[in-house]
Nanobody, 124 residues
Framework: QVQLVESGGGLVQAGGSLRVSCAASGRTISAYSMGWFRQAPGKEREFVAAIIRTGLSTFYADSVKGRFTISRDIAKNTVYLQMNNLKPEDTAVYYC?????????????????WGQGTQVTVSS
């Protein structure tokens, strides 16, 4: 079993950058495909990005493609989401998730483990 803790959220101006982190414990992240989801006020949680457990492929929502990058550091057992050119519509609580599966990674139900979330607020 793996435990996930997000950090790095905060307040940033539109056009700025922020990197959020997801520190895992209990098991190595190399055993999991990892995903980032977000939930804005009054909206459902949505897929943002994922990295397959082999580390060979990444996937992004169309709304963040070209601006966000998911990566991982096996030695630190941490997954990152680098967010550039942030927009006010990126404001949300960002959640990290883990699954042993390698398919349907954009679907919330695929994931077994979730962090508590970190708030990202982008001001206009």
């Amino acid at each position: 079993q793996v435990q996930l803790v997000e950090s790095g959220g905060g307040l940033v101006q539109a056009g700025g950058s922020l990197r959020v982190s997801c520190a895992a414990s209990g098991r190595t992240i190399s055993a999991y495909s990892m995903g980032w989801f977000r939930q804005a006020p009054g909206k459902e949680r949505e897929f943002v990005a994922a990295i397959i457990r082999t580390g060979l492929s990444t996937f992004y929502a169309d709304s963040v493609k070209g601006r966000f990058t998911i990566s991982r550091d096996i030695a630190k057992n941490t997954v990152y989401l680098q967010m550039n050119n942030l927009k006010p519509e990126d404001t949300a609580v960002y959640y990290c998730a883990a699954t042993e599966k390698i398919y349907t990674l954009s679907t919330q139900g695929t994931y077994n483990y979730w962090g508590q979330g970190t708030q990202v607020t982008v001001s206009s």
